[in-house]
Structures are given as structure tokens and as C-alpha cells.
């Protein structure tokens, strides 16, 4: 298996490599194609695949795979867990390099995702009267300067714009001919230059001061679905690049009051969407004073677990106290006395760092696992081949029925009826490509009125009745949705741990997942600086969920006297 | 009246002007508030505004403005259709300006009329299999120098990222103290500057050559709705700003017959859009070599027509041939004999600059008028002043249930219950908002069983079932939609003239609308540009309904025999 394995390996290396050389100079017709066609063909010409899909049947079990199928092979977690994630994410076809550094390109695979997070939150904030805008991408480098925390933590690795024009060039070629090209025009230096959006609590801020004057004008709640740019040096797909996706509400308040539960509320939003939507094993709870936000009174933060038992900030919600409104003189007159008072406020986002987490949670050595709420494709109906064109036509008929009667239930459906490629190929594609439920259909199955399921999360494969799939498949969606939350409350279970000593802490930093360490916590920031240096451990959370801490109690790590029960890990 | 209104302006200004003014230090308590809470306050206490709404009703007619109505009053078009459109803007609360040169931020008000675009355009894209996708922001400078007729069009006025840091400087103050401030650090210049994308086929094709290889590769349609940078020199609102939000739309194809189809099928996308859902006065066609897109061999294009007689391009959709298929070297695997072959493309987009259109073609004196399409709020419902709680709650009552049935119809409602503002108040604000349609519900109404409903396109008052308000209020609803298509047509009607001499298309340049002019066109692409240094007008399109051209008809322009009909108008 490992040979066969490391073979297939090198060979996908090799075809990826000749894949993407440039250039029929260089590579023969024969092995110019694409890694899709290159399957396609490689699949229907090899001759190890003879045996059909009765065979598959009777032997009750998946077919060996093949070279052509190790080529596609993803590297098992238990062997290298990092390169896993990244395969993962390259057989799905989710993103791509960009030709900037840093910076990945969505495929239609991946912004699916991201376009189902936004149809799930959207409404959620609409419902609690947060209205979208549109704010500037740009960002006056002054700006920056004003709130003294914030410029600490953004002022810094940003896309920074210094010129508005280009200008064409006449250049030497190697064989001495000219040929144009463009460069920058030193002369269309800007006086003031700008930096693409890191984040926009400068510039909503500005506005907010301009839009509010009166205890009328509040609450203002604003949310933005957009991308924003960091100068990131070491990248990771989804869990952190140069450019990336996310949505930024925030809101401005009469009082201290309304805005903390403003920013609680929104945190609730953003558990109920990683919690229950996306089955994250998930941990909500409080920053401490060195992990929050630049410029927030108080941050609070979902922390999702990885199966390789590290952390992930999947979403934060920030109370800012009046730190901008007194950075960006925001006052609003009050109702009672007339006189003026700075307002309160909000920021808060989530990130296509969601969807990072999310793989990173539910995948398995076979691919992506997509919980049903956000696959791009819910259910997959494959159609079996039948070599009799009248039974083929029927498997074909029945296959397009079912998908109008689950599409009819708000279910996003694909048939897949290719010809000519073996069934277990199909099999493997759309579970390497994480669709929760996959239906076949063929002659035995049409003549007992059932399709064959199987759910990506594993089990027996199981009847579904033609005739009540209205009813049976939306069931068995949201059982895939329970098993992932079943098995995301197992991992939390199995990498929680409760940390009595300094003894019980060290041995946890030797395990191959360490997991979330819970520590009767009493340190500060410099505790926490120099165990992140000696470590790499962090500070997650305060996690909301807090036990009584044992009488007189003291903090393992420090020694001092413990005040609040704390999450430790080491995180992306 | 003019004099009232003269004097409304100036009181608008200096309210303005005061409510803008920066710090308590400048403004008193008194003033210092915004419009929404000045108009609020001055609307209570104002003495002339006794008359309640049932002197309003017997009178049968609108009470005569006040003062402070005037002070929010819109330029009449006849008087300043620049101004207008520009106060139209600003009463409605759409955009604001950006700190940033030439960029406008989109208020929830504005934002949403996109949004509802989007709603509308994203699910027909969808189903003509284009797949939404993102590509990066930043483009490699060198990128723009690819596609040679490209990068004239489009490698001129860009932000162009150079730096990718800042640093920390500590800067004199006034009075000989230091303060913290931010600069662009010198040593993160970039060896290779990036872009703000302005359009994004470059980076597109760049990519498309990598994932394109064989003919089962293709079609491959992706779509992204992104933010977009020129360097504008002079912006208008929503028409031209430097940064603005657009779709765009990218296709690759086997054949030419396949690529041509689908720009055109995209542009009956699009003028299904611009024509039935915004009702614009609307002229399709195909542009001129000279008007054409850079890189482009044949741009298909939506005209649409504004109030004053100008033009205004507002959806393209281009055929662009092989040339970026050549500048990115993209060829495919043929399926018949294996060889490669260069694929076929389009490229098409719109943008916000619709929301402009629809603002020239609809809005009036009044303020907004929004098609029901993509109004924000499509009913709202003025639960009208009972002095006796027991019937004002009643009012209050029947107006929720009022929505609740109209919202179960899919439709975007709004109740109206602030109590301590008059009801011509009221009705001034929503008309200036640009609501397609208000009901009104009083006591005597409730008794009647009905609401009062007015059309924003004009038209008396008529009633409203309540207990059939499921089926009228859709029914009125689109009863607005076929008033604005009426209008527009009439518009169309009333603007376009067929030119049969140099004097009568003179004649058109003197008249105060010119409009559309129709010309049986022999010119080239150098006629085209001495009639525009000439007139300032330009050759819009050839438009897809074409007569057939009298024998021997001689081009009025040029002298030359005549070729195409073509339209001839000013344009933003």
C-alpha cells in the first residue's frame, strides 16, 4: 500500500508537472491535457478496470484502486496532516495559485461555499435590522493613525497604493527588436497615498461621524460582504492569504449596554451558524487582554478544533467601547437633556477562514466532507449504465424525476449520467469532492422503486424510496449534518483536557495532538507572552461555559492563584 | 414659488453646511444634529404645519410646502437636470462621498438597490450554466501589456499598488509635542507592482490556461461580482466613480459560433433585465469599431436613454474573438483529431452604473422613483394619527396584518407607525425615497375595510381590499412596472429621430433634449471621431432592429453611401 502509494505520488507529481508546462513545444499532443480529461481518458482506457460495476457489486466492497486512481490519491492525515489539508482542497478543485503573491483564486468549487455562507447569514442579520453597504476599498494612510490600538495591529503588512497611472514603454527584445510594455508612471504620484482595506473600522468610522448626530439616528447597524487585503507572509489555503473574503458588520449605540449585547448577539449568530450549519467542533468564549482585537474593549470569539488538534479562530465580535467614536469624535445628542454623548460600538466578521475550518473538521483521507448546508451540490443522483438503450433511457428518466422532486424541497441536486466512465470513478469523484449523499440508480434498483444512498459520512449504503424521497432525502441530509455534529462532539471530548499540573500541561505539548488544554487560569499578558515563546501555546478563549474554580485553587502554569478557567492551544 | 424655493436651497445649505462642521467647538447643541432629526424637530415645532391630515383630506390635495419641506426640496430638471440628479441622490440618502478621490460610498439605501440587482441577474446566470467564482484584486503590471489593443484601453488610469508596508514615525506637533503617526515604509517596495484590477480578463485568461486543456474542459463560464478600479478624473454618482461594483463575466468555447451566441445570449439577459424588470427606455445593439472594447472583436451593448436626451451605456457584452486565447496561448485538445486548437471567448459585465439609468430614466421633481423590481422597500404602509389609543392601536393592528399578508407574497413592505409626524410628512419622505407604491390606513378606512394606495408614478388614490390585499397589492405593484415601460417608451418615442440631412441633425444639436438620432451611417471609424470633436456627439450603436435601407440612400454625415442605420447621440 505505502509503495504503491509513494508510486502514485510521484506519478500524479509528474503529470501535474507536465500538465502545467506552457507550451506544445514542450510537451507532446498525447500529454497535453488537463488533470480531468487526463483521469477521463486515463480511466477509459486502462485495462486493469475491466471489472464492471456487477462485479463491484457482488464483491460488496470498493474495487482496488487503480495507478490512475492512486495518481489522484490524497496524502492521509496520519502521514503528513498539513499536506493532507492541502490535497484535500486541490482534488476538490476549490482554489487555485493566483499570479499574486500570497493570494488564491476561488474556483467554482470553493466560492460555492463561501456564496452558501452568505445565504445562510445574510438573513440572520437582516432579521436583527443590520443593513448592508458598500464603504471604500481604499483607506487614507492618515486614517490609520487615529485609533492608537488599532494602528498597532494593522498599520503595519498592508497593499499599499502610491501611484494612479501606468504609462507604456518601448523595451529591447533579446534579438534586438523593441516590443512595448507598461511600467509605473513616476510622475502620477499620489499626495496622499492609500492602503487597501486590512479592515474598515477607520473609514465606517469617518462616516458614522458624518451619518450620526442624534439619539434618532441610533442604533446604526452596517455590514459589508467584501474583501480585504493583509500582507501575509506565510499563507495557507482559507486559513490565511494576502487577499481574502468576509463580511464586517458594525454598529454604533446610545448605550454601554446595548452595544455589549449587540456584539453577544452576533457571536450567538455566528455559533449557530459554525455549531449547528457547519458542525464545527466549537468553542465561543472571551479573548483575553492580549488575543483581542486592536481597538476593542472586549472580543469574543469562536474557536474551532482541527482533527490534528489545534485551534482555529473561525469568527470574532468585537464590544469597541467608545475607543472610535472618541478616535472619530462620533457623538449623538441625547433625548433626555440635549447635551452630547460619544456612542458605543461594535465591529464584527467571519471570514472564508470558515471554510478552512470546515475541512479541516469533517474531511477524511478519501476528501472533503462538506456538512449539507453549505456543498455547493447537496445530493448527487448517479445513474448506472445498463448496455439496453430502453432500460438505459428509463435509469436516465427516473434519474431527472428524482432530482425535480428534491430539488422541489429547496435541495441543491446533480445527475450525474456520463457514459463511459466506471461507476466506482464517479463514486470516488463526488466523495473526493465532499457531496453529503449520493444516490444510485440502476435497472434492479427502478424495478423495486428505490435508489441506493450513501452518506459521505460513512455507514451501509441504504434504501430510498422513489416514491417518498420528498420526505427520505431531505432526512437523510440532515442525518449527515447530526453524524458530523456527533462526530465533531467526540473530538472535542477526545482533545479537551483538563490540566491539574504543570506535569499534565507538558505532557500534553508531547502528544501528537494536543487538542485544547483547560486551565484554572491566573496570569496576565506577560504569563501568557512568555508561554507562547517557551510553548507555541496560546491563550483561545475564556470559553463562556465556566465551571466553579475549586476553592483556593492555584494556576498550574504560574503559580498564582487562578481566576477563570482558560483555553489553551496551539492554533493556525 | 421660485423665491420660496430659492430661499428653501439656501436654508438647505447652511443647515448642511453646519450639520457637516466637524466638533462641538463650532456648532451649538441647538444646531448641531442631522437631517433626519433636524427635519424631525423642525417638523414638530414648525407653527404653520397645524393643518392635520383631515383639513389635508377635505382640502383634496397637498398642503402647500412649508419652509423646512423646502429645504429639502430637488432642483426641478427644467431648471438644473444636473443638480437634480444629484439632489435626487442625496434626499434619498444613496450614496455618500468617500474619503478616498473620486469614490462614493454606497448607503443601505443605494446598496440595496444592487443587491436586488444581483437577486435578480444571479439566478439567469446560473442557469445558462455560468458559475460564480473569485479572481484576485491585484493584477501584475505586466499582465496589462499582453493583450496589445488591451492594454491601451485599459493600462493608463489605475491605483497601482507599490509598497507593501508601513511604519511607524513619530512627527513635531504645533506646540513642539510629538505624536505617532504612519508613512509608507521605503524599504517594502515591490520588484513588481500590482494593479487595482479595472476588468479582470487578464488575470482570467492567465488562469483559464491552466484549467483549459481538452474539449471536455469547455465551455468553461465563470462570473465574479467584484469591485473594480479607474482612476476617474471627473466622477458622477453611480455614471462614473473611480472605484464601483460590477459583475463580470467570463466565457471560453470550442467554437465561434458558440462564443458569438453566447454574448448575445447574455445581452438578452441584460435587456431583460434593463428593459422589463428596470423598465428603461432601452436600445440594444452592436457598437462601433471605434466604440469597441479593447481587446474585443464585436461588443453588443444596452443604451439607455435619460430624461434630458443623453445616453447612457449601461450593460455590455463582448465577442472577444481568439485574441485572448493568442495573448495567454489557451488552446484545447480537439476531440476529432487530438490536435490544438485556440479557444473562443466573451466577456460581459454591468454595474452600478445601472442604478444611474434607472435614477435619469424614472426619478422626477419629487425625488426617487425605483422600478418594484429593486426597490429597497416596495410597500410601505402609514399607519395614519388616531388620538384614541383603543383606534390607533387598531390602525396599528390592521397595518402589521396589512404587511404580513403582502409579505407572504414575496414582496418588500414597510409600516410606517412614527407617531409625532405628520402624514404629508410622511408621504413627502417615502416619495423622495422613491417607494413604487404607499398605503395609507386611517380609521375610517379600517371601518371601510380598505387602505388608501397612490402609485409613486403618479395617478389619484384608490383603495385597496384589505381582505384581498394578497392579490391587489401585487397587481398594483405591477401596475407601477407597466406605468414606468409606458413611460419609457414614450420617451423613446419622443427622443429618437430619423435623420435625412446635415440640417435636421444640426437642428437636433440645437434642440434642448437631442436625444437619439437615427442615421443611415457610411462613415468610418475617422468620421466617427471628427463628428464627435466637432458635436461632442458619438455613435452609440448600430441597434439590432434594423429597416432595410433605401436604394442609393446617401449618409447625411459624411456623403457616403449609407450602410447601417446607427444611432448618433451625446452620452455620460
Redo the contacts between chains.
Keep these: 500500500g505505502a509503495m504503491l502509494a509513494a508510486a502514485g505520488l510521484q506519478l500524479r507529481h509528474a503529470l501535474r508537472a507536465q ?2 508546462a ?3 513545444a514542450f510537451v507532446g ?2 500529454e ?3 488533470p ?2 487526463l483521469r ?1 481518458r486515463l480511466a477509459a482506457t486502462a485495462t486493469q478496470e475491466k471489472n464492471d460495476q456487477k462485479q463491484e457489486q457482488k464483491q460488496g466492497k470498493q474495487a482496488k484502486p487503480t495507478v490512475q486512481e492512486e495518481a489522484l490519491k490524497i496524502t492521509p492525515r496520519a502521514e503528513d496532516y498539513n499536506q493532507w489539508y492541502v490535497d484535500v482542497i486541490d482534488r476538490a478543485d476549490l482554489v ?1 495559485d ?3 503573491r500570497g ?1 488564491k ?4 468549487a ?3 461555499i ?2 452558501n455562507i452568505q445565504r445562510l447569514l445574510d438573513p440572520k442579520f437582516k432579521r436583527l435590522s443590520v ?15 487615529k485609533e ?1 490600538a488599532h ?1 498597532e495591529g494593522f ?14 514603454v518601448q523595451v529591447a527584445g533579446k534579438n534586438g527588436e523593441t516590443t ?5 508612471d513616476p510622475d ?1 504620484e499620489l499626495a496622499d ?4 482595506r486590512p479592515t474598515s473600522e477607520t ?1 465606517v468610522w ?2 458614522y ?6 439619539y ?2 441610533l442604533p446604526m447597524r ?1 455590514n459589508q460582504w ?2 480585504v ?1 493583509r ?1 501575509e507572509r506565510r499563507t495557507k489555503p482559507f486559513l490565511r492569504s494576502a ?1 481574502f ?1 468576509w463580511q464586517e458588520g458594525h454598529t454604533a449605540h446610545a448605550t454601554k449596554e446595548e452595544a455589549e449585547a449587540q456584539a453577544r448577539e452576533i457571536l450567538d449568530v455566528y455559533v449557530w451558524l459554525a455549531q449547528e450549519q457547519l458542525g464545527l467542533p466549537l468553542f465561543p468564549g472571551r479573548k483575553s487582554d492580549r488575543e483581542r482585537f486592536a481597538g476593542a474593549d472586549e472580543t469574543y470569539t469562536i474557536e474551532a478544533l482541527a482533527q490534528n488538534g489545534m485551534a482555529i479562530q473561525a469568527g470574532t465580535s468585537h464590544f469597541l467601547g467608545q475607543n472610535f467614536a472618541k478616535a472619530f ?1 462620533v ?1 449623538y ?1 441625547t433625548e433626555e437633556t ?3 454623548k460619544y456612542v458605543w460600538a461594535t465591529s464584527w466578521g467571519v471570514s472564508t477562514r470558515l471554510i478552512g475550518a470546515t475541512i479541516m473538521a469533517h474531511s477524511d483521507d478519501t476528501g472533503l466532507v462538506l456538512p449539507p448546508a453549505v456543498a455547493a451540490i447537496q445530493v448527487v443522483i448517479v445513474a448506472l449504465f445498463h448496455k439496453k438503450a430502453e432500460t438505459q433511457n428509463a435509469i436516465f428518466e427516473a434519474a431527472k424525476a428524482l432530482r425535480d422532486t428534491v430539488e422541489a424541497q429547496g435541495i441543491r441536486v446533480h445527475v450525474d449520467d456520463r457514459v463511459g466512465l466506471k461507476p466506482g470513478l464517479k463514486y470516488f469523484e463526488w466523495e473526493r469532492k465532499g457531496v453529503p449523499l449520493r444516490i444510485e440508480l440502476g435497472a434492479r434498483d427502478l424495478e423495486n422503486g428505490v435508489g441506493m444512498a450513501k452518506r459521505r459520512t460513512g455507514g451501509d449504503k441504504f434504501q430510498v424510496s422513489l416514491s417518498d424521497a420528498a420526505t427520505e432525502v431531505p432526512q437523510a441530509l440532515d442525518s449527515v449534518r447530526l453524524a458530523l455534529r456527533e462526530r465533531s462532539e467526540a473530538l472535542k471530548e477526545r482533545l479537551t483536557t483538563r490540566i491539574g499540573s504543570r506535569a499534565e500541561f507538558d505532557a500534553r505539548l508531547e502528544a501528537s495532538e494536543i487538542g485544547m488544554m483547560l486551565v484554572p487560569w491566573g496570569g496576565d499578558s506577560d504569563d501568557e507572552e512568555k508561554l507562547q515563546e517557551d510553548t507555541g501555546v496560546t491563550l483561545r478563549c475564556y470559553p463562556f461555559e465556566q465551571d466553579p474554580l475549586p476553592e483556593g485553587q492555584a494556576c498550574p502554569l504560574t503559580g498564582k492563584p487562578a481566576r477563570i478557567w482558560a483555553l489553551f492551544a496551539k492554533s493556525y
Tied chains: 1, 2.
Excluded at 105 to 108: D, H, T
Design positions: 500538465w502545467r506552457s507550451g506544445p499532443a498525447a497535453r491535457s488537463g480531468r480529461a477521463a487555485d493566483a499570479p499574486v493570494c483564486i476561488l474556483r467554482p470553493g466560492f460555492a463561501w456564496e443593513e448592508n453597504a458598500y464603504f471604500p476599498l481604499l483607506i487614507p494612510v492618515s486614517f490609520l493613525a492608537a494602528v498599520a503595519t503588512e498592508c497593499a499599499v497604493v502610491t501611484h494612479h497611472r501606468l504609462r507604456s512595448s510594455s507598461v511600467e509605473v502620477s497615498p492609500y492602503v487597501v473609514v469617518h462616516m461621524g458624518k451619518w450620526i448626530k442624534s434618532r439616528d452596517m467584501v474583501n487585503m500582507w487577499e473574503l469624535d457623538q445628542q440635549g447635551d452630547f
